[in-house]
């Protein structure tokens, strides 16, 4: 009786050691963290080949959009019809490989989501083990404070505002340098001679009034 319950355990173990070695899998991110916009890949990797079997994914498609996926697993169809899941299937027994890598694009700031995989097989769905993973999406960052309106940015460097600089005084030529005033010449030359007439005119009238 004890030999019979000790056979029994034994065969439970197995089988119990069996199903988890079929069951066993990976599920890794190429990251931990995206922004909106950017697109994170996750591998789904099983210990056992996928032979005549379908993998599931899912996710959260209000947050990640599906792009695609790569795999080197031979007669594979991909479904997409039901929203939130990717079901890759494969009919072929031959199979020796045991990676999936999917791609999803960030659709929204300041949120997670979890991906999660099951493998499918007749009819049936199965949990693996070690197939959650979870993602976050960076919140956007907040616009930065606005230039003063007197203090415009330098061209050359957005960085470091630079003060206007003052305009100068009086005119200026096509290099921005003050034009250096000089004193006017032909005007005061003009009256000069006027006066010298002048005098020496009257000069030459009182010697004539005089005689």
Same mark, same amino acid.
């Given at each position: 009786?004890k030999?019979?319950?000790?056979?029994?355990i034994?065969?439970?173990v197995?089988?119990?050691a069996?199903?988890g070695?079929?069951?066993?899998a990976?599920?890794?991110?190429s990251?931990?963290e995206v922004?909106?916009g @950017? !697109?994170v890949?996750? =591998?789904?990797? $099983?210990?056992?080949?996928?032979? #005549?079997s379908?993998? %599931?994914?899912?996710?959260?498609d209000?947050?990640?959009?599906?792009e695609?996926?790569k795999?080197?697993l031979?007669?594979?169809?991909?479904?997409?019809?039901?929203?939130?899941?990717?079901i890759?299937s494969t009919?072929?027994?031959?199979?020796?490989?045991t990676?999936m890598?999917?791609?999803?694009k960030?659709?929204?700031?300041?949120?997670?989501?979890?991906?999660t995989?099951?493998?499918?097989?007749?009819?049936?769905d @199965? !949990?693996?083990?070690? =197939?959650?993973? $979870?993602v976050?999406i960076a919140? #956007?960052?907040?616009g %930065?404070?606005?230039?003063d309106p007197?203090?415009p940015?330098?061209?050359s460097?957005?960085e470091?505002p630079t003060n206007?600089?003052?305009?100068?005084e009086g005119p200026v030529?096509v290099?921005g340098k003050p034009?250096?005033k000089n004193?006017?010449t032909g005007?005061?030359?003009?009256i000069?001679?006027?006066?010298?007439i002048?005098v020496a005119a009257g000069?030459?009238?009182?010697?004539?009034?005089?005689?």
């Amino acid at each position: 009786m004890k030999k019979t319950l000790l056979i029994t355990i034994l065969v439970a173990v197995m089988l119990i050691a069996a199903i988890g070695s079929v069951n066993a899998a990976s599920l890794k991110a190429s990251a931990s963290e995206v922004k909106k916009g @950017e !697109t994170v890949t996750v =591998t789904i990797e $099983t210990k056992e080949a996928v032979n #005549a079997s379908s993998i %599931k994914l899912q996710y959260d498609d209000t947050k990640f959009s599906y792009e695609g996926f790569k795999t080197n697993l031979k007669s594979v169809t991909e479904n997409t019809d039901q929203k939130g899941f990717v079901i890759i299937s494969t009919s072929d027994d031959a199979n020796s490989d045991t990676k999936m890598t999917f791609t999803f694009k960030a659709l929204v700031d300041d949120a997670e989501a979890k991906f999660t995989v099951t493998r499918y097989s007749n009819n049936i769905d @199965e !949990t693996l083990d070690n =197939t959650e993973v $979870t993602v976050k999406i960076a919140k #956007a960052e907040e616009g %930065k404070e606005p230039v003063d309106p007197e203090e415009p940015t330098n061209p050359s460097d957005p960085e470091e505002p630079t003060n206007p600089e003052k305009p100068s005084e009086g005119p200026v030529d096509v290099n921005g340098k003050p034009i250096e005033k000089n004193p006017p010449t032909g005007t005061p030359l003009y009256i000069g001679a006027i006066a010298v007439i002048i005098v020496a005119a009257g000069a030459i009238f009182a010697i004539k009034r005089s005689k």
